[in-house]
Nanobody, 123 residues
Framework: QVQLVESGGGLVQAGGSLRLSCAASGSIFRVFSINTMGWYRQAPGKQRELVATIIRGGNTNYADSVKGRFTISRDNSRNTVYLQMSSLKLEDTAVYYC??????????????WGQGTQVTVSS
């Protein structure tokens, strides 16, 4: 199995920045099999949505709503994915979930999920 542990959420004022991190751990074989990592979010009363994804080779995909404001990156040597969020808006408030999968797929979530970290943007 693979465990994903997120960190970095919190309360921030609109226009501010936050950086989320997610580290993958577990069986060596399964962790090294991870190809796509990414971030999804779910706001109250809404469906979970893709925020940003990145494959092992570095290609990325972003939701239109975060393009130009959020940057996803990963450190393959640390099995960690990051989400740098800037110019945060009230509508970015949500629980952010780390996701990982073995397929090279920037559009669909993989099999592994983190427990979620709350991001709250205040006015």
């Amino acid at each position: 199995q693979v465990q994903l542990v997120e960190s970095g959420g919190g309360l921030v004022q609109a226009g501010g920045s936050l950086r989320l991190s997610c580290a993958a751990s577990g069986s060596i074989f399964r962790v090294f099999s991870i190809n796509t990592m990414g971030w999804y979010r779910q706001a109250p009363g809404k469906q979970r949505e893709l925020v940003a994804t990145i494959i092992r080779g570095g290609n990325t995909n972003y939701a239109d709503s975060v393009k130009g404001r959020f940057t996803i990156s990963r450190d393959n040597s640390r099995n960690t994915v990051y989400l740098q969020m800037s110019s945060l808006k009230l509508e970015d408030t949500a629980v952010y979930y780390c996701n990982a999968g073995t397929k090279s797929d920037l559009l669909l979530p993989g099999d592994y999920w983190g427990q979620g970290t709350q991001v709250t943007v205040s006015s």
